[in-house]
């Protein structure tokens, strides 16, 4: 009878803890919040630092704020000249709008599919247009930058802010490297050819130069002779 | 476990919500509210959340077990409660920034030193290495050997005038802002590999291949640089690019002994120039000479034809002198000395044809004539002497 007091103490003790651990939530800075009402979204928590929520009742559910990487597998892909090339793109991305990203996609797996697809299709669609020379100029910037617009606006109503889209790579397959080989070695050859062709052609002249100067020297001197 | 009392929770990774890149990395190294290297030795266990109290009462059941009591309950309350707040006690590393997080939420950057910040879970401090500079090496890491022809064109890329060429660079950066380092990219290493194939691609792809190969090559570590560094700030990442080195560019392998030939071809043609220069170099000096000596042995023909005629002219002259003074004498002796010089170079045979001395002489049939001078024949010897 005597430890009942002290039971009690310890018991409000531990209730009070436990509420106090239920109702209060951190988001920290690499994190955003949604807070969920018995399935509902309720609010969002963008700034870091200790919130309250209802306990039992709502839950929370943390999203990314930092910028989030796609790397999609290559692509081959026909240019306007027709030539195909194999291109690697980049993709950096933010959850803008947590509430809209949960509605739309609600994981970040979704997300990514759903950008991969759509850079996919933008890809094609700018590089359908585009010949091999322009890619290899400065060109570059200005399609990247194109295709990046298309996809912003296409991600925008699903929370997600495109901050980049980037051509990590843009070659000739594979398959090709070997046609490209022989040009290389041909261009090469010719070249060494007509300098050795020069080299000859620099020599004769020399040689002959000097052959003649020396016939009419002699000559020169056997005239008076004579 | 025994009776010391567990305080507080663990603290972990997931928590925080900082992903891969964070831990092993970049060097980082998270305080969990326990002390580093330095501080009181003897209170709070360091990485270990708050474990407390040492133990110290356990020692204490013995005869007095009936109950702690309340002295010693307080006694140890308080001491747990010292030890918890001087969790807070932290030292930042020279090459090393202090991030302290309240909550979670970023309130404070501090420099190297003793620090001191709420105890966890309130405060938590994060040391990212901001001095330390790091490399990436981009191209050759991948596997050094040299099986798989896959492997190979993993860095080859494209040149402006649509030629292959293979290239690795590393690239040397460290953490600008250890703020943005941490919370606004996910990964930033990783980011910045991506970043930097990206921007040597684009750099290698708007210069020829010759300029790649041969005299921009500086300048196209200086681009490769620039791009980079733009890239990294539109990202927020953090980073400061602090050098790129181009460490090989070459046509790809199968390619490369065309290549070797056209510097062969260069050489080549200079060494044949230099030949014909020698060739000429040689002959024309030796047809002066030539030519010298032409002159002078005419000029030396023409000396000696004139006094040689001189010569002769004075003789005759003198010759003249003395025939006009005797005509006959001088006749008769030039008569002699022709015929001397005549019959010097004749066969001389003598015959005696008055009859007077020997008779019955044949006369001389030559039967070996020109061969040499027979003095006398024997047969009118024989004749005579009969």
Known sequence: MKRLPKLIIAGTIFAGAWGLNAALYTVVETQQALVVRLGAPVGT???????????????????DTRLLPLNPPSEQIILGDQKRIEVDTYTRFRIADPLRFYQSVRTVEQAR??????????????????????????????????????????????????????????????????????????????????????????????QAKAERERTVNLSKAERPSR | MGCGRYRGRRPDDQRLGLGPGSGAGSGLTVHRGGFRSGGKPDRGQGSQGGRVGGGRGCGRRGPRHPGLGGRGLGLIAGLAVLGWVLTGIYKVQPDEQGVVLRFGKWIDTTSPGLHYHLPYPIDMAIFPKVTQINQLQLGKAEGADQNGARQVSRNQMLTGDENLVEADCSVLWQVKDAGQFLFKAY??????????????????????????????????????????????????????????????????????????????????????????????????????????????????????????????????QSVYQSYTQSKD??????????????????????????????????????????????????????????
């Open chain 1, 45 to 63: 928590a963008g700034t870091p630092g200790l919130k309250v929520k209802v306990p039992l009742i709502d839950t929370v559910i943390y999203y």
């Open chain 1, 113 to 206: 599919a759903q950008l991969t697809q759509m850079v996919s299709s933008s890809l094609r669609r700018e590089l359908g247009q585009v010949m091999l020379h322009s890619l290899l100029s400065e060109d570059r910037a200005r399609i990247v930058g194109n295709i990046r617009k298309e996809v912003a606006f296409k991600a925008r109503p699903l929370g997600i802010e495109v901050v980049e889209v980037g051509l990590h790579r843009a070659d000739l397959p594979f398959e090709t490297s070997q046609a490209i080989y022989d040009r290389m070695k041909s261009e090469r050859q010719r070249e060494a050819k007509e300098l050795r062709a020069q080299g000859f052609e620099w020599a004769q002249e020399i």
């Open chain 2, 187 to 316: 990964d930033p290493e990783g980011m910045l590999k991506v970043a930097a194939e990206s921007a040597l691609r684009e750099v290698i792809g708007r210069n020829p291949i010759q300029s790649a190969l041969s005299d921009k090559r500086q300048q196209i570590a200086e681009q490769v640089k620039d791009a980079l560094q733009h890239l990294l700030d539109t990202e927020e990442a953090g980073i400061l690019v602090t050098q790129v080195q181009l460490q090989r560019i070459d046509p790809p392998s199968a390619v490369i002994d065309a290549f070797n030939d056209v510097q062969r071809a260069r050489a080549d043609q200079q060494r044949a120039r230099n030949e014909a220069e020698a060739y000429a170099n040689d002959i024309i000096p030796r047809a002066r000479g030539e030519a010298g000596r032409i002159t002078q042995e005419a000029e030396a023909y023409k000396t000696q034809i004139l006094n040689l005629a001189e010569g002769d002219a004075k003789s005759f």
């Open chain 2, 329 to 386: 004498v001088t006749a008769w002796r030039l008569y002699l000395e022709s015929m001397d010089a005549v019959l010097a170079k004749a066969s001389k045979v003598i015959i005696d044809s008055s009859g007077k001395g020997v008779s019955g002489v044949l006369p001389y049939m030559p039967l070996a004539e020109g061969k040499d001078k027979p003095a006398a024949v024997p047969a009118p010897s024989a004749g005579g002497s009969r």
